[in-house]
């Protein structure tokens, strides 16, 4: 190969890896930009990972592992509770359960009225029966019914007399009579107030039923108004209600969101919601309206409460100092509860189970000490019982020694701080009989503003919703001290509200 040809042969070979260099730095230049965007994907990966995480730990809360009400165990995607455990594994069986308290419409010896019957019409030969021979009573039937209502226009004439003396007097009015020649009666207002308190039934539907079932048709207005007016009557005994509460030696407490007011939240706030608070006993129940701030717990019954144990769900502003040296029992409930939440989150881990099997027991053995009239709990069956509760504690720490990252660690790792640090708030019920290991009896007393939450929606004034709770909080305390509702009501209306009495001194 001559010179020339070498020359040409080289520098079709330099051309020739001058491209290769090119290719492959172009090669390097893309691999760069891939292992970029491998990067970024793998980033977007982990941050969808974790949303993903986070939110099917969203869905799998119900009203087993979290505060959440049944009634959010239906919606879409939501993991349902599982079955609850029963004595013996048996499945519940529809009706009445065995043991429970059977019901049945008793024969009476005092009937309200008698009416005897005979054959109407003639007999066969032609003969009229009104005449026939009387044989005595073959059957008896006693029939409950209620008369048929209708309202009465009554005219009371108030007549002056005069007396010998010369004195004259003038006969009163009626009791729960109104100012001018017309008027509707305490029985028909307390029937208008019951529906809109007790059954939440909205004031233009109470006239509806007022007026299907009596006749009568006041207007709208005048039935809004009775929730003023009735509450006007119940300030004396509200704060009697509320004192009692204080003199109580243990009160459960609770508080949950209601819609009330503007749509718009206040400046600051991130929702157009108040809070209404509880604190009740079996005798007493006390509302107030105000937002979930301290300045709201403050004006709340809990800074009288110092002598008497609180049972609460652990909601931080109890623990406020603030609120003066408050004696506190962590209500059971939510504790169990969260332990279910924790036993999800770990799902290998024995310490939820045994924890909340432990509380559980010594709620049960609580409750069979105090039926059979015992001062405490048997000492041998207490001490092993708590001894699995610290022990199902000291391994749950030992397994979470930081708050973790998935969802659900840091709630399970502060519970078990709670379990820890406050055992003497958690296990208070276990050394005293006279403290509730829940605060089931607030709940129950605050479930019916969630109930009229889902009917009504927003309620559109906060001193009307106020006025409702007054009422409800009487009506609350009357009915747990076994009078009824509708009664009470109409005392309150003829301006004598009943009382509840002082406690007996034990």
Not at 133 to 149: K, S, T, W
Not at 220 to 235: D, I, K, Q, S, T
Not at 294 to 320: G, P
């Amino acid at each position: 190969m001559s010179h020339d040809e070498l020359v040409v042969v080289v520098a079709i070979q330099a051309d020739q890896i001058t491209a290769q260099a090119g290719r492959i730095c172009a090669q390097d230049q893309q691999i760069s930009a891939q292992a970029g965007q491998l990067a970024e994907l793998m980033e977007a990966n982990e941050v969808l990972a974790g949303k993903l995480a986070r939110l099917e730990h969203l869905l799998s809360r119900n009203s087993g592992n979290s505060s959440m009400p049944p009634s959010k165990d239906d919606d879409p995607g939501r993991t349902p509770p599982p079955p609850k455990r029963r004595a013996g594994g048996a499945k519940r069986s529809k009706g009445k359960q065995p043991g429970a308290p059977g019901s049945h419409l008793a024969w009476t010896d005092t009937p309200d009225d008698r009416q005897d019957r005979f054959p109407q019409g003639s007999c066969g030969c032609g003969q009229d029966l009104a005449g026939a021979r009387d044989l005595g009573v073959v059957d008896r039937y006693q029939q409950h019914e209620i008369p048929q209502v209708s309202v009465q226009v009554i005219q009371y004439d108030q007549h002056e007399v005069a007396c010998g003396c010369g004195a004259v007097h003038t006969a009163t009015r009626p009791d729960g009579a109104r100012p001018g020649s017309v008027g509707y009666g305490p029985n028909l207002q307390a029937f208008a107030v019951y529906l809109m308190v007790v059954h939440f039934v909205p004031a233009q539907r109470v006239v509806q039923l007022l007026e299907s079932l009596t006749g009568a048709s006041p207007s709208v207005g005048f039935v809004h108004g009775m929730l003023e007016r009735a509450a006007g009557l119940l300030a004396e005994v509200d704060a009697r209600i509320r004192t009692l509460i204080t003199c109580a030696y243990a009160v459960s407490c609770d508080e949950t969101p209601l819609k009330v007011g503007p749509r718009t939240p206040k400046p600051g706030r991130k929702k157009a919601e108040k809070y209404l608070l509880v604190a009740c006993t079996e005798l007493y129940t006390h509302y107030l309206l105000g937002d979930r701030d301290l300045d709201t717990f403050k004006a709340f019954v809990l800074k009288d409460l110092t002598d008497s144990v609180i049972v609460h769900d652990r909601y931080q502003n109890y623990d406020c100092a603030a609120l003066g040296e408050l004696v506190h029992q962590l209500c059971c409930q939510h504790l169990g509860r969260d332990l279910a939440g924790a036993g999800e989150v770990y799902p290998d881990a024995h310490w939820p189970a045994q924890i909340g099997d432990a509380l559980r027991e010594l709620i049960h053995e609580a409750n069979l000490a105090r039926e059979a009239g015992r001062a405490t709990i048997d000492d041998n069956i207490k001490n092993t019982l708590i001894t699995a509760f610290r022990e199902g504690v000291l391994c749950g720490l030992s397994d979470t020694t930081s708050h973790g990252h998935r969802p659900g660690e840091r709630k399970a790792r502060l519970l078990l701080e709670v379990l820890h640090d406050r055992e003497a708030d958690v296990l208070r019920f276990a050394h005293d009989l006279k403290v509730p290991p829940t605060s089931n009896q607030a709940e129950r007393d605050l479930r019916p503003a969630k109930v009229q939450q889902k009917i009504s929606g927003r309620l559109t004034s906060e001193q009307r919703t106020t006025d409702r709770y007054r009422i409800r909080g009487y009506l609350s305390t009357a009915v747990k001290h076994g009078i009824g509702a509708i009664d009470v009501l109409r005392e309150a209306i003829l301006g004598r509200p009943w009382m509840p009495p002082a406690p007996s001194p034990t």
